[in-house]
């Protein structure tokens, strides 16, 4: 199925919603492996993995994003012929 | 008393402390449950008024939530849950400004507790959940696992990421603005924290526009085709 253009707000939301996350990702990955470090004694490994797991996952999160957009794009359709 | 300072129970719900930030959002709900009732209480086939007004929101809401999340049923059906929050937040990010506000016990907003903010986007992140299964069956935890069960750690953390997000951005903006609003107020109590009021007024609804939109988005990735 061909994809419809995407509506203006729809790419607000994206753009929004990708700052936002990448910085959150990075901030649960690290402050995840530090609380787990006190739990388990293990301080710096598991700051330090959830850390590059949380980069690892606002890349994930900006190449879907990317690659979403990238997709083959129709213009968007009227009213009147969805009706029809 | 500075804004901020306050540690206040007004009493207790079973084990439950109810503070003034609580109280403000019942006074908050209140006041959009009476206009609620004003407006369906007499409904006519020719809209008058209050009906009017807000039959003309309700349409332009489900037109607004159909574009932002391509499905018109799943738009619907989450449409007056998004449209709460837009109104809950709006509200609550303006009851600190009435002129004084901050150093009145109980017109803090309680958009400026992270409490409040934590709430609303687990509710957020609730829905989504519910709205992924609702939509897909059980074939929605496959998201969890895509493109490959590799993934999993990546994805959680993004799952996650959103909620996080959402407390944040709001907390962070309506405290901080609050914060500097009464501390100016503090300093120079007339004239010239008009124009940060002015400005609070734009923040106020550009936060409660942003929570909206960013809930509806993540409504409409759980519910779309790549899951």
């Known amino acids: 199925m061909a994809q419809q253009k995407k509506s203006w707000v729809r790419l607000l939301s994206d ?14 990955g690290y402050f995840g492996g530090r609380w787990l470090d006190g739990k388990f004694d293990t301080e710096p ?40 | 008393m500075i804004f901020g ?13 109810v503070d003034h930030l609580v109280v403000t959002e019942w006074v908050i709900i209140a006041l959009i449950g009476i206009i609620g009732f004003f407006a369906t209480r007499n409904m006519q086939m020719v809209p008058r008024g209050l009906q009017n007004a807000f039959e003309m929101i309700i349409i332009w809401t489900y037109e607004f939530f159909t574009q932002l999340m391509d499905k018109e049923h799943v738009a619907k059906k989450w449409a007056p849950l998004l449209t709460g929050f837009f109104l809950f937040i709006l ?39 519910v709205a992924g299964f609702k939509e897909h069956g059980g074939h929605y935890l496959g998201h969890f696992i895509s493109p490959s069960p590799l993934m999993l750690p990546l994805n959680i953390i993004e799952e996650l990421a959103h909620p996080l997000s959402l407390t944040v951005r709001l907390f962070g903006n309506i ?12 300093m120079v109590p007339f004239v010239v924290p008009t124009a940060l009021m002015g400005l609070s007024l734009l923040l106020g609804a550009i936060q409660a526009i942003v929570f909206t939109i960013l809930s509806a988005s993540y409504i409409a990735a759980a519910t779309g085709e790549g899951h």
């Open chain 2, 5 to 17: 300072m306050w540690d206040s129970t007004y009493f207790h719900l079973g084990p439950i402390p």
């Open chain 2, 91 to 129: 509200i609550s990010n303006y009851s600190g400004l009435i002129p004084g506000a901050s150093h009145i016990e109980g017109f803090q907003p309680p958009t400026s507790n992270w409490n409040v903010t934590a709430t609303l986007a687990l509710i957020t992140a609730f829905s989504v959940q």
């Open chain 2, 175 to 186: 405290f901080g603005e609050e914060m500097i609003l009464a501390y100016m107020l503090f």
């Open chain 1, 15 to 28: 753009a929004i919603n990708l700052a936002t996350t990448v910085v959150a990702a990075v901030a649960l």
């Open chain 1, 45 to 84: 490994w598991l700051s330090v993995a959830g850390f590059l797991l949380g980069i690892a996952a606002g890349i994930k999160a900006m190449w879907e994003k990317a690659m979403d957009n990238k997709k083959p794009t129709l213009p968007e359709k009227d009213t009147e012929d969805d009706k029809g």
